[in-house]
Every structure is written in C-alpha cells, then in structure tokens.
C-alpha cells in the first residue's frame, strides 16, 4: 500500500457541538470540544479551531486496499513500520470482524505517560478491541525503555518517519484514533485520553 486512502471527497465544514475551553499550543488557539464533521468522522478533546489547516485525514479516512499481511504480529514490541504496517493492522481486525484503536505516543511526552495506564486497563477490559500503540518519531531506546517501564499490554510499532501520525490527521502528540469494523476511521481524540473521552471513542466502535 502505497499510502492512506482518503474516503470520497466532501463537505468537511465542522459543526461544534459542545465548547469546554480553549489552550494555546504553538501560537495557535485550539478549542478543548466535540467536533461532528459532515462525514461522521467525531472530533474529541483539544480540537483545532476553525483556523487550522485542513489535513487529508480531515475529509475522512480508511484503510481498503490494505495488506493484512504488513501488520505487526499480534503483542510485537517496537518492530519498524509505517501506515502501510498500521493500516495493514486495522484490514487485519475488519477481516476479523473486529475494531481497532490506534495510540500515537512518544517517551518524550509527558500526556502520553499520564494516559498510558488508562489505556493499559481498557485495552484489557476490550477484549472485542484491537490495540495498537505507535511510538512517533521516537529514538528505538528511548521507545523501548519508555514501553517497559509503563508495562505496555498490547501491540506496538516504532514509526521513524511520522507517517501514521500524518495519514489520520494528527497535530500533536498524544492521538487516539478508532477504526470500525469497516476500517472506516470513526473518531479521533487529540491530546490527553481521560475516562469520558475513551470512553467515547469506544462507543463509535462497539
């Protein structure tokens, strides 16, 4: 797979459904919201404002046309990959009639280590759920010792070039994103999970 299929082009106009807050990252202003975008994709957590740069991803994703076959093994540790291997991952699950969940995480971020545990006990719980954990743009030591000291209990992959961050439309770290069990992504949450924001993600899939 050469790279991320888009879904048909559409309206992407966003339609803000419950405002929280605003932050500042990087002189830009993101709204803390929900976001239901006219394709079903659903938004959560530090959300770009309206003046942030539309992605790809943005329009909608899925994975058809992956390869199975380029997953990472079920429980691997940090192999190399890239969005041909996630992708591959998430086509894997739809043949098996299973959602995923894909964590975007590097050593390096301090929300990522608050969340992993909170991961690490849902992923548990959900057994219908596959998980996959990329380490983003991260040093292989730094990732590896960063996977054993939070005691990581589902798959994971290194992705030295950034490209699954850049196929689902992530701005930051740390990105949830969810596939359905058509391989359609569903749902993003950028920043920080909590319980209610998982918890939200998982219903789109379940």
């Known amino acids: 797979m ?35 975008r006219d394709d ?8 770009p404002g309206p003046d942030a740069s539309p992605l ?13 076959l380029r997953a990472p093994e079920l429980g691997a540790v940090l192999p190399d990959g890239g969005w041909a291997e996630a992708a591959g991952f998430v086509a ?5 009639g299973r959602p995923t969940v894909i964590n975007l995480f590097a050593s390096w971020c301090g929300p990522c ?11 548990t719980r959900e057994l219908g759920t ?27 992959m290194l992705d030295l070039g950034g490209e699954v961050a850049a196929a689902v439309g992530g701005r930051g770290l740390p990105v949830t994103v969810a596939f359905d ?12 999970l909590t319980e209610d924001s998982l918890e939200s993600l998982l219903r789109l899939v379940r």
């Open 181 to 192: 069990r058509d391989g359609v992504m569903v749902g993003r949450v950028f920043g920080e």
């Open 130 to 156: 596959d998980f996959l954990g990329v380490a983003h743009l991260d040093a292989r030591a730094d990732a590896e010792r960063f996977v054993a000291e939070q005691d990581v209990v589902f798959t994971t």
């Open 40 to 47: 079903g994709l659903v938004d959560f957590g530090a959300v």
């Open 92 to 96: 894997r699950g739809v043949a098996a």
């Open 56 to 68: 790809p991803a943005d329009a909608g994703l899925t994975v058809a046309g992956a390869d199975p």
């Open 2 to 36: 050469s790279g991320p299929q888009q879904r048909p082009a559409r309206a992407t106009r966003a339609r803000p459904f419950l405002v929280l807050g605003l932050v500042t990252v990087v002189g830009a202003v993101i709204a803390t919201t929900l976001l239901l």
């Open 113 to 123: 280590e608050r969340e992993m545990p909170l991961l690490n006990r849902v992923a």
